[in-house]
């Protein structure tokens, strides 16, 4: 990415709105101003202004927009930013973007280079900048409210005061190397190594979270689990609101693990159906039934459906699966008599409707049980666990260490890692990665 250039990029969605937003950064941002607006002087910085949008050649009308005008430093990305509202009409946005393509020094912006550019330029770090395209990327209310904590710095905050207390613990080290002839406090000695030991279990106990904010992020997922004709692929139809998997009579239809994602409680699930448990066919029922059992083993949670046809009988494929992590349901309970239920299943009936709010509130109680908020900011990508774990790593070999100059790089390669996470150090070669994911004008 070249920074010299000055960028643009609609902020907007594209196709037909009310509204469209482009946003303008970089040393001739202004430009866009005197060159295409109609007066051509600056707008007070912050105030919207209406102005008349022209081609500059024939000075035509292009249309009648809001300007606004961010002088550096005070903006997002720390340049001089504009951004044009205009009406949101294709030819409008169309004749907009050519225009700004032929101001002189001017490019389309590539994603995420205007979080980037507010990133080199300290307006935030790289916890900060992660949590911008987790919020545009939210779709539920728990997404949304971890990305604004996130984005608020929270979770840089807590690794910068880490980064911090380790850089006090390295400076005392390395005047313990330096004047090593010298008779230094027995206690200060002492003091670093306790403070190297709370710090480590702080961290350890911030990487024991089950992987709370990932999950979150990325979605919590749910495997439906029981026998052939059981009704799983009704339930989730149901709880879809369409018809996703193929509903049959016939034992062993649904062959492969089909998913949606759905919002359940304010949380993201992903919910899996699978095949029926039993004793394949042949060899493409078989392969089913082996990834529906590799998929309970890697969910997160499992809802359990047995056959209300047959019931209290079950059969024991699904019934060994029953364990904390489970949630057993008894299907077709239209064809049950009170007393053969029990409060250990949940019953209920897809066909007829019933039992389906119960078991939303249920699974809600679950999730939120397995993803509520500690109170400190959770982890929420494995680049950030993976650093932790590195630093983790170092923490506990400078403890160890005997050597004052090893315990002192030990300490300093631990500094490094947590710096990688807020952007502070060698992140050059993340860049790429983290902001690629970003929409275009972001």
């Not at 101001?103 to 949590?131: C, I, S, V, Y």
């Not at 005047?175 to 350890?204: C, N, V």
Request: glycine share 6%.
């Amino acid at each position: 990415m070249n920074s010299e250039s000055t960028i643009f990029a609609p902020a907007s969605a594209s196709g037909k709105a009310g509204v469209a937003v482009f946003r303008i950064s970089g040393k001739d941002a202004t430009s866009a101003i005197t060159k295409l607006c109609r007066p051509n002087v600056l707008p007070a910085p912050r105030l919207a202004s209406l102005r008349d949008i022209l081609d500059p050649k024939t000075k035509e009308t292009i249309d009648r927009a809001l300007v606004l005008y961010f002088p550096a430093p005070h903006s997002f990305t720390g340049e001089d930013v504009v951004e044009l509202h205009t009406h949101g009409g294709r030819a409008v946005t169309n004749a907009v973007i050519e225009n700004l393509s032929k101001l002189p020094g001017f490019r389309l912006a590539e994603a995420g280079e205007f979080t980037r550019r507010a990133f080199e330029n300290g307006k935030m770090d790289l916890t900060e900048a992660e949590a911008i395209a987790d919020l545009v990327h939210a779709e539920t209310d728990a997404q949304r409210k971890q990305a604004l904590r996130q984005l608020d710095g929270a979770l840089g905050r807590l690794y910068e005061q880490w980064r911090h207390s380790l850089a006090r613990a390295l400076a005392y080290m390395e005047a313990a190397i330096d004047f090593s002839d010298e008779e230094l406090p027995l206690d200060m000695i002492e003091k670093q190594s306790a403070d190297l030991k709370r710090l480590r279990d702080e961290i350890a106990l911030h990487l024991n979270d089950n992987h709370r904010g990932e999950r979150l992020r990325e979605g919590f997922s749910i495997a439906i689990l029981g026998p052939p004709n059981a009704g799983k692929s009704s339930l989730l139809n149901r709880l879809a609101h369409r018809d996703v998997a193929i509903v049959s009579p016939t034992a062993g239809t649904t062959r492969d693990v089909i998913e949606v994602h759905l919002d359940i409680g304010g949380y993201p699930v992903m919910l899996a159906d699978t095949a029926g448990l039993r004793e394949g066919d042949n060899e493409i029922e078989s392969e089913g039934i082996r990834r529906a059992r590799a998929r309970a083993a890697q969910a997160d949670f499992n809802l359990l459906i047995f056959d209300g046809a047959i019931w209290p009988q079950m059969d024991n494929a699904t019934q060994s699966l029953i364990g904390d992590h489970t949630l057993a349901v008894v299907n077709k309970a239209d064809l049950l008599p009170p007393q053969t239920r029990n409060d250990a299943f949940l019953f209920l009936s897809v066909k007829d409707d019933v039992g389906i709010d119960a078991l939303l509130q249920r699974l809600t109680i679950e999730i939120t049980q397995r993803l509520t908020d500690t109170g400190a900011p959770p982890l929420t990508r494995a680049r950030h666990r993976t650093a932790l774990e590195v630093c983790l790593e170092h923490l506990d070999r400078a403890l160890l260490a005997k050597m004052a100059d090893l315990r002192a790089e030990d300490v300093r390669l631990a500094m490094r890692a947590l710096g990688r996470i807020t952007g502070r150090v060698d992140v050059e070669d993340l860049l790429d990665i983290i902001f690629r994911d970003f929409c275009i004008g972001k």
